[in-house]
């Protein structure tokens, strides 16, 4: 699954079944009549669920042993490592699903807060005795959650500020702009990080290409200092 199709994302993550199979998953690989039992779903059903979550690259299986005399049994764990955010407010709508990279120094962080807490994990995950490891992490954990929490507060004041300006950049788009096209074309290149060209904006309004290079010609005589439709006009 492309880590950018966040449609078939929130089609596979919106069944309920699924989403329990996974959190399940993230404590222990299990087998599917485990995960039928746990849910109380039938082993056809579960199969079913198992067989999308594989195929758009949620989890993947292995075969093991088993401790009894029977054949190999067929492990299901989770594959993803990722984050999903959805962000709507009255002014803008935001879907990232982004790839969670694997972080093996501290180094590849800047802030010194950050890098004593990665030290910090990795003393624990390198500890070998088990139990010492388990009750380490328990106070570790905390402090990570608590550095979540903040970092969400800060996360939702730039959302706050974002939806203050979006809204006010809309008006003014609103009241300066009579003709349709003209507010569609600003309304999908304000504020982007990578401004669409003649062609993704065609496709995305539903518009031939000259019409959007003539409306964009003449939104840059209106806006001449504007960077967005200096790029949105590059072919």
């Known amino acids: 699954m492309s880590l950018n199709n966040v449609d078939v994302l929130l089609d596979v993550l919106g069944n309920d079944t ?27 059903a579960v199969l079913k669920h198992l067989e999308i979550l594989e195929r758009n690259g949620f989890i993947t299986s292995y075969e093991q042993e088993s401790s009894f005399p029977a054949p190999k049994r067929k492990y299901f764990q989770l594959n993803l490592s990722c984050v999903l955010e959805v962000g709507i407010t009255r002014d803008a709508v935001q879907f990232v699903f982004q790839d969670i990279p694997r972080l093996d120094r501290e180094d590849q962080v800047e802030e010194k807060e950050l890098k004593a807490l990665s030290k910090k994990v990795r003393d624990v995950v390198e500890e070998e005795e088990p139990i010492e490891l388990l009750q380490q992490s328990d106070d570790l954990l905390k402090e990570v959650n608590l550095a979540l929490k903040e970092t969400f507060a800060t996360e939702i004041f730039l959302l706050r500020l974002k939806q203050r300006l979006t809204r006010a950049a809309h008006k003014a788009i609103r009241d300066s702009f009579a003709e349709e096209l003209h507010r569609h074309i600003l309304y999908s290149t304000i504020g982007g990080e990578k401004q669409p060209n003649v062609d993704q904006l065609s496709s995305m309004l539903d ?12 939104l840059r005589k209106r806006m001449p200092q504007s960077k967005n439709l200096a790029a949105a006009s590059e072919e």
Do not use: N, W
């Open 18 to 44: 699924r989403r329990r199979i996974l959190q399940l998953l993230a404590d222990e690989p299990r087998y599917f009549i485990q995960l039928s039992k746990e849910l109380g779903v039938s082993q056809q």
């Open 207 to 218: 518009t031939r290409e000259k019409e959007i290079s003539e409306a964009l010609k003449l």
